[in-house]
T-cell receptor, first 114, second 113 residues
Framework: ETGVTQTPRHLVMGMTNKKSLKCEQH?????MYWYKQSAKKPLELMFV???????ENNSVPSRFSPECPNSSHLFLHLHTLQPEDSALYLC?????????????FGPGTRLTVT | QKEVEQDPGPLSVPEGAIVSLNCTYS??????FMWYRQYSRKGPELLMY????GNKEDGRFTAQVDKSSKYISLFIRDSQPSDSATYLC?????????????FGSGTQLTVLP
């Protein structure tokens, strides 16, 4: 295991539901990321937190709302999603400083919007 | 034009074959080049990391970067069925404290026993 866990692993939700994805890391890293992975497409960076501060919002629709309450946890709150939001949502962490580039990924949450 | 282009495959080879995976990119600011491997139902994991141009070898894996051509490669020698996965190239520039990576779309590789 990479030290990054994500729950739930699978989620099916209707377009009017509200749900949250959770990411937890045990690596002591300072940078945390949300990515969206769709079939045959590159990983899309959604949000970046560094030292608990949001440093990047990659033009993500407001129906996705991130939260980073502490350095170990990252949430992605979902509401009124669209079917095209169905994808694998990956959380990743990195040291957040210096020259290291390695990002450690969780196993992802497979989201299906019906 | 995408910043990073990667042939999605799928690529299917017999066990023992040499595999060549490639990416091209357009952003000349990229200095750091990585290959991630993603098994089914798992998140990506870092396989190889190279700074600037040159070669790097790690066991059966060799990463090559040609910045003049904006072209990177990953070679797998003596491929094994356990190498069956999706391989993602990723790149980054040199600025920023929370490093951001730009990924290719991934190449799905199957090594047949």
């Amino acid at each position: 295991e990479t030290g990054v866990t994500q729950t739930p692993r699978h989620l099916v939700m209707g377009m009017t539901n509200k749900k949250s994805l959770k990411c937890e890391q045990h690596l002591g890293h300072n940078a945390m990321y949300w990515y969206k992975q769709s079939a045959k497409k590159p990983l899309e960076l959604m949000f970046v937190y560094n030292f608990k501060e949001q440093t990047e919002n990659n033009s993500v629709p407001s129906r996705f709302s991130p939260e980073c309450p502490n350095s170990s946890h990252l949430f992605l709150h979902l509401h009124t999603l669209q079917p095209e939001d169905s994808a694998l949502y990956l959380c990743a962490t990195a040291e957040g400083q210096g020259t290291t580039y390695e990002q450690y990924f969780g196993p992802g949450t497979r989201l299906t919007v019906t | 034009q995408k910043e990073v282009e990667q042939d999605p495959g799928p690529l299917s080879v017999p066990e023992g074959a040499i595999v060549s995976l490639n990416c091209t990119y357009s952003n000349s600011a990229f200095q750091y080049f990585m290959w991630y491997r993603q098994y089914s139902r798992k998140g990506p994991e870092l396989l190889m990391y190279t700074y600037s141009s040159g070669n790097k070898e790690d066991g059966r894996f060799t990463a090559q970067v040609d910045k003049s051509s904006k072209y990177i490669s990953l070679f797998i020698r003596d491929s094994q069925p356990s190498d069956s996965a999706t391989y993602l190239c990723a790149m980054s520039g040199s600025s920023g404290s929370a490093r951001q990576l730009t990924f290719g779309s991934g190449t799905q590789l199957t090594v047949l026993p």
